[in-house]
């Protein structure tokens, strides 16, 4: 079971993406778009808003 209630995590993980995405988009400080991808996601693992068995689940299935 989680800490937080399931509307949180939900408002939670969209604001990372928000941010990754618009961190993609802009490129501060001449950042690659892979960090700052990875950095996101980095961030939902760190939060526990998703597992590391999620993640690399989904890693390996997307893996072209």
Same mark, same amino acid.
């Given at each position: 079971?989680?800490? #937080?209630? +399931?509307?949180?995590?939900? !408002?939670?993980?969209?604001? &990372? ?13 001449? #950042?690659? +778009?892979?960090?700052?991808? !990875?950095?996101?996601a980095g &961030?939902?693992?760190l939060l ?14 997307d893996w072209?």
């Amino acid at each position: 079971m989680h800490a #937080l209630p +399931e509307t949180w995590r939900i !408002v939670l993980t969209s604001l &990372v993406g928000v941010i990754t995405l618009a961190g993609i988009m802009t490129r501060p400080f001449r #950042l690659n +778009e892979a960090a700052i991808a !990875v950095g996101g996601a980095g &961030v939902l693992l760190l939060l526990g808003l998703v597992s590391p068995v999620e993640a690399l689940r989904t890693l390996l299935n997307d893996w072209p």
